[in-house]
Each structure stands twice: as structure tokens, then as C-alpha cells.
């Protein structure tokens, strides 16, 4: 009897303890597993919660993972959000890196108030849409640069590298895939690229069920621009593979997500030799001082560099676990009023998100002293960082010998 | 200029569309078998050949990937059509409509697999001759012109095969009269798999060239298997020489599309004159009825 009386005097002492161990802090994750894209955030997202509870937690409360795969379908990834909230019980979600499909999810997150981060999709609607109808979407935040940041990144570093350089370029084609988050790209693209010197001869939108590319760079080729920039995500080796194969003579230079991870220089046998991309990080480049340790444990783990979404999802959990620590809570709209005041150094570079008056609500702030991005080229399997200067050091553009510039 | 880079081109994807649409035909010609694993044997054979290549260069790595469609082949036949042709719990008129929908669904877990294995980002197989050839002006990947030759070579040997030799002749024979050939002594099961060894060996090659001209992934294996199959439907169904004709038209139609008016639109004109001429002449190109 003595014993049951101590009991409830022991469930009071034991009581941080006892919280620790039976109420993590629970993340969901939403992604397409079967794409290098994809199933970074789930394996960035993983490094994150393992750190992190390695040193005990987040006010002593554990991360634990619940992750699904929506195989790229918005009607899946809608699904998974619903289990999660209603089954899982998570307090925040990490979702995928289509623009589609973060745009199907946005809503729900509204509905079931659940804090919602994607890594990895880009269209400016996502942060349109939250300005436009603030109550009802603030629990949705977009965790990569959008669309026209990317942009604007490229337009700055094609200056720097391609018309201020000796290679003085005046033209360039625009080749991007139909898609949600290129819209708001080539809108960019076209606005800018003029500014920095670069006429637009054309501009390609491809299905992103191409699968023969000869007619398109043929097609390219005619217009004789010094440039391809490009705008692909759910295509990338078919159109790398046959620009080697077929030695199109003109360099190309932009957004290219699939070229990210280290896996694609064998996935395209070595064809993406000379290919110029914008990264938000690479494993070798010290952008903030937790990048080159993640890169480096997330090879350790898995074989790969991270693709460009890993980068976010890895930052996404440690900031999610702080605004939580801040906001000493896991309501949804205390966890959004914190999420807001992030103001997190992650690998990618110092992460803050626009306000409510913005009118790109909750999207990631682009620029020197938030996150700003580098380019890379594939030079002889590795991906060197040559823009901006600071990060490039003595590396130059090295393009394949078929490429022919104009210099 | 334009029309001979429209010639060259579309005779190459041609060439590999009529390859790919030869062993379908071949297979439902002589044993009655849709066979709609057809786009995971391509890619089985496709993926193979990347992943060997690396190991044992890009002969091998082709050989390998050979290897793999045929042994698909094989596994589709004695996992999936004869299990369920030699069943007796399903009535002989409905073994068709069965044997489609195994083979369905044979070839959709073949292509989860690869994605499994593999990822669902396309992959291309190293081409066996790098670099590139000028024809009159027009710089074509030498990999393209090998491709081209290639499939006409194994569309060469399998002409030679069914006329030239006894066991091809059964082949034929068995397309036209299987009842005939089992009262000449000939054991029908032999001669199926007489076919489904011939048919691994085109989708092998199949497969493998298109891994290596253009890529594939395995998203694409639904879309192999319904373009060797609206080619075979055009062209005929079981008639070769029309598979051949219709790979062609397709070929062709979809290059010509795709350099004057957009490389979006380019399956849009093969699939209007697959409607018409499903509409107006039903029995295909050059089937038979």
C-alpha cells in the first residue's frame, strides 16, 4: 500500500523524464522516394533527428520521424498529411520538392493547422498564395529559394561568369520544362537577362515527357545564341546525355536539380561534363560553417552527396525543433509566430522568412547575408564551385572540347 | 538541310521503333500472346546493360543487358503465360483476356522493381562508339548511324531465321496453321519457346540501343509497351512487314512533327492516324483478315 501511495509523489518527480520518452516531438515527412530529389529530404531530414537526439533531445524531448511516400502524386502527398495529422499526430510536416504537389498540399496544411515546410519546391505561388489569404495558409512555409530568386541568381552569376568574363556573350536561348515552378523561372529569366546583357533569342517550354531532345537543341542551334540557360528539375539526364552525345556546340548554364547529386555524373556516364548549376550548397564549400559536416555524414551514410533538397530538409528539422523550443509549445499558431521569427544559421546560409506584409509571405529570404546560392561546374566527375568569387578561389569554366565559344 | 536532318533522324528512331515492335508482333503472330511486359523487358535489358557497364565496359555491359531481356523473357513465359495457359481452373476462351492481365501486371511490378532498385531518373547506357559523324553537312552521334544498323542487322538475321531455316519455318508455319504443325509431329511447346527466345532477344536489343540513344527510365515502361503496341495495331496485328511500315510512319510522322512544328506535339499526328486507320481499315496497314 505504501508503495501506491508513493506512486503518484514518484510520477511527479519523474515527471520531466517520464515526458521525455513518451511525447516526442513529431515530424512528418512527405516525400517521392524514388527520386534523387526525393529521397534526400527523408535522408537529410533523418541525419537532422539523429544529431539532435544524440545529445538528448530538444528540452529533453526526442525527434521521431514519420515519413511516407507520395511516388510525385499531389492525391497521395494530400493523403499522407491527413494521416499524419489525424493519425500520427505530428506537430509539423517536411513536404517534397515539386512545386505541384506543395501547392496541393498548402491548402490542407490551412485546414488540419498543420506548420508545413517544403525543401525543395520553387514556384512563387506558394508565397503568393499565403500573402493573399494570410489566415487561412500562414501554416505553410516555403523552406528553398523560389523560383524567382533562382533567377535572379543565375542572371547574376551568367554577368559575373559569361558576359563580364572573356567570353563576352550577348545571346542566350531559354530551354525549361513545363511545369509549375518554371513559370514564374522564365518570367525571370526573360526579365533579366536582358539587363545583364543577354538577348533572348528564344524560348523553349518542353513537355517533361520529352524523351528525343535532337529536335529541340537542333532547334537551338539555329538561332546561333552563345547559351542555353537552362530551367529542369524532373528532366535532366536525357537532355545532358544527348547534348554530349550529340555535341551541341553551345555551353549550358542555370537550374539543372537532378545535376545536384553526386549520382549524376554516373548516371550520365560522365555526359554532364561542362554543366554550369546553381546549388543552395555543396559538400565542398563551407557556406555556413554546418555545411561541409552534413555533407560530409550524409555521404557517410548514404553513398551520395545530398541533392540540393537535402540541404533544406537537414535545416528544416533543426529549426522546426527550435521554434518549438521558443515558443514553448506545439500549438500550431504559437509554432507559426515562432516559425516567423526564425532567424536560423542552417547549412544553406542564414534562414529567415518574409513577413505577413510581404507580398511573399513566408518565403525564404534570398541574398549575401540570408541564403544566396553558388554555381557549380561538372569538372572531371566533381562538382567545382566557380561563382561567386569568394567560394571559387582559382577555379575557372572548363568547358568540353565540343563546345565552341565565342571569345 | 532541315529535310536531311529530318531523314536521318527519324530513320534511326524508326529503325529502333520497328526493332521494338518486331518482337511483340512476332510473339502474338505465332503463340496468340500480348504480351504487355513488353516496355519492362526493354527497360529490364536497358538497365542491366547501365549497371554492368560500369564493371565490364560498354560490350559487356550491352551483353549483360541482352542477358537480362532474354532471361525477362523466359521469366514472363514460365512465371506468368504458362501457368496461366495450361491452367484448368480458367476456362479456355477467357486464357487471352488472362494472359493480358498477367502480363499487365507482370510488367507493372517489373518496373516498381526497377524504380525500387534504381530510382525513377532515367538512365542511359554508354554507347558503344562515342562521337559524331558528319552526313553532307549534318552532325549525327556515330551511336546514332551503329543504332540504326544494328536494328536492321537483327531484323536481317530474324528475315533469315524464319525463311531460311527448318525451325523458323515451323515459326511461320505455326502462325498460320497451329493445328497443322502439331499433326506433322512438331510439339507446339517447343516452338513456343522457340519464340519467346527470339522474342527476349529483340526486346533485348531493343532495349539496350535505347538505352543508349536516348535513355530510358522506368516511367517509360508503360509508354514502350503502348507504342510497340499502337505500331503492331497500325502495321497490323502478327503481320511484321507491317509492324516495320507502321514504325516507320510513326517514326517519321513524330520527326517531322517535332522539327516543323514542336517537339511538344510530336506523338500527336502517329496517334490521329492510328484512330483513322483503326476507324477505316481495321485490320491494320497490312494485316490480314
Known amino acids: 500500500m505504501s508503495v501506491m501511495r508513493l506512486l503518484p509523489a514518484l510520477a511527479v518527480l519523474a515527471l520531466p523524464v517520464a515526458a521525455a520518452a513518451a511525447d516526442p516531438i513529431k515530424i512528418g515527412i512527405i516525400a517521392e522516394n524514388s527520386a534523387i530529389s526525393g529521397i534526400a529530404i527523408p535522408n537529410g531530414a533523418q541525419i537532422a533527428a539523429d544529431e539532435i537526439n544524440a545529445k538528448g533531445g530538444i528540452d529533453g524531448r526526442k525527434i521521431e520521424l514519420v515519413a511516407y511516400d507520395d511516388h510525385n502524386s499531389a492525391a497521395d502527398a494530400v493523403r499522407a498529411i ?10 509539423a510536416v517536411i513536404a517534397s520538392y515539386t512545386s505541384e504537389v506543395a501547392l496541393a498540399l498548402e491548402p490542407w496544411a490551412g485546414r488540419l493547422k498543420m506548420p508545413t515546410i517544403t525543401p525543395g519546391a520553387a514556384s512563387d505561388d506558394i508565397s503568393k498564395r499565403i500573402h493573399a489569404d494570410y489566415d487561412h ?5 516555403h523552406g528553398y529559394l523560389a523560383s524567382s530568386f533562382l533567377a535572379s541568381a543565375t542572371c547574376d552569376a551568367a554577368k559575373d561568369l559569361l558576359v563580364d568574363s572573356k567570353y563576352h556573350m550577348k545571346s542566350a536561348v531559354i530551354m525549361s520544362e513545363d511545369a509549375a515552378w518554371t513559370t514564374p523561372l522564365d518570367a525571370g529569366f526573360i526579365e533579366c537577362l536582358p539587363k545583364v546583357g543577354l538577348k533572348v533569342l528564344d524560348h523553349i517550354r518542353m513537355s517533361p515527357d520529352t524523351t528525343d531532345f535532337t529536335p529541340i537543341y537542333n532547334g537551338i542551334e539555329g538561332k546561333k545564341p552563345d547559351v542555353i540557360i537552362t530551367g529542369i528539375s524532373h528532366v535532366g539526364v536525357q537532355p545532358t546525355v544527348q547534348w554530349a552525345n550529340q555535341q551541341v556546340p553551345i555551353p549550358q548554364f542555370g537550374i539543372s536539380s537532378q545535376a545536384t547529386s553526386s549520382t549524376f555524373w554516373k548516371d550520365t556516364n560522365g ?4 554543366i554550369v548549376l546553381q546549388l543552395v550548397a555543396v559538400d565542398s564549400v563551407p557556406s555556413t560553417p554546418k555545411t561541409v559536416p552534413f555533407a560530409q555524414a550524409y555521404i557517410k551514410k548514404y553513398g551520395i552527396t545530398p541533392a540540393y533538397s537535402g540541404y533544406g530538409a537537414y535545416d528544416e528539422v533543426y529549426y522546426i525543433a527550435d521554434a518549438i523550443h521558443r515558443a514553448g509549445s ?14 536560423w544559421q542552417g547549412t544553406v546560409g542564414q534562414i529567415r522568412f518574409f513577413g505577413k506584409d510581404n507580398p511573399s509571405t513566408h518565403a525564404m529570404e534570398y541574398g549575401k547575408d540570408a541564403v544566396s546560392g553558388l554555381f557549380v561546374q561538372w569538372q572531371d566527375g566533381k562538382q567545382v564551385p566557380i561563382w561567386p568569387a569568394s567560394v571559387a ?3 575557372t569554366l572548363k568547358f568540353p572540347g565540343f563546345v565552341k565559344l565565342t571569345n | 538541310m532541315l529535310a536531311l536532318q529530318v531523314l536521318i533522324d527519324g530513320f534511326a528512331i524508326s529503325a529502333l521503333y520497328g526493332l521494338g515492335a518486331v518482337g511483340f508482333t512476332l510473339m502474338f503472330g505465332v503463340s496468340g500472346v500480348l504480351n504487355l511486359a513488353h516496355g519492362g523487358t526493354m527497360l529490364v535489358a536497358a538497365v542491366v546493360a547501365w549497371l554492368a557497364a560500369d564493371t565490364v565496359g560498354a560490350l559487356g ?4 543487358g541482352l542477358a537480362a531481356g532474354m532471361a525477362t523473357a523466359f521469366a514472363t513465359y514460365f512465371l506468368v503465360v504458362r501457368p496461366i495457359q495450361r491452367s484448368r481452373s480458367i476456362p479456355r476462351e477467357e486464357t487471352e483476356i488472362f494472359v493480358l492481365t498477367g502480363t499487365l501486371l507482370w510488367g507493372i511490378m517489373i518496373q516498381e522493381a526497377v524504380a525500387y532498385f534504381t ?8 554507347p558503344l562508339i562515342a562521337g559524331v559523324t558528319e552526313i553532307a553537312g549534318v552532325r549525327t552521334p556515330t551511336n546514332e548511324i551503329l543504332t540504326a544498323v544494328l536494328c536492321w542487322a537483327t531484323i536481317g538475321a530474324l528475315w533469315l531465321l524464319v525463311n531460311k531455316t527448318k525451325a523458323g519455318k515451323a515459326l511461320l508455319a505455326a502462325s498460320i496453321n497451329p493445328r497443322g504443325l502439331t499433326l506433322l509431329g512438331y510439339e507446339l511447346s517447343n516452338i513456343h519457346l ?9 526486346a533485348g536489343v531493343a532495349g539496350v540501343l535505347l538505352g543508349a540513344f536516348l535513355g530510358v527510365s522506368s516511367d517509360n515502361a508503360g509508354t514502350l509497351t503502348a507504342s510497340a503496341f499502337s505500331i503492331v495495331v497500325l502495321g497490323g496485328l502478327g503481320s511484321v512487314s507491317g509492324s516495320l511500315v507502321a514504325a516507320y510512319c510513326v517514326g517519321y510522322l513524330e520527326t517531322i512533327t517535332s522539327y516543323l512544328i514542336s517537339p511538344a506535339y510530336r506523338n500527336i499526328p502517329s496517334l490521329i492516324l492510328l484512330v483513322a486507320v483503326v476507324y477505316l481499315r481495321p485490320q491494320g496497314l497490312l494485316g490480314r483478315r
Open chain 1, 137 to 141: 495558409l500562414k501554416y505553410f512555409f
Open chain 1, 393 to 395: 578561389g582559382s577555379n
Open chain 2, 119 to 126: 530510382t525513377t531518373s532515367p538512365h542511359t547506357v554508354r
Open chain 1, 271 to 274: 555526359a554532364t561534363e561542362g
Open chain 1, 330 to 343: 506545439t500549438d500550431p499558431d504559437k509554432m507559426v509566430d515562432a516559425l516567423e521569427k526564425t532567424d
Open chain 1, 82 to 91: 491527413q494521416r499524419l495529422a489525424t493519425q500520427d499526430k505530428v506537430n
Open chain 2, 194 to 202: 522457340l519464340v519467346w527466345a527470339i522474342y527476349g532477344v529483340l
Open chain 2, 61 to 64: 555491359g550491352a551483353a549483360a
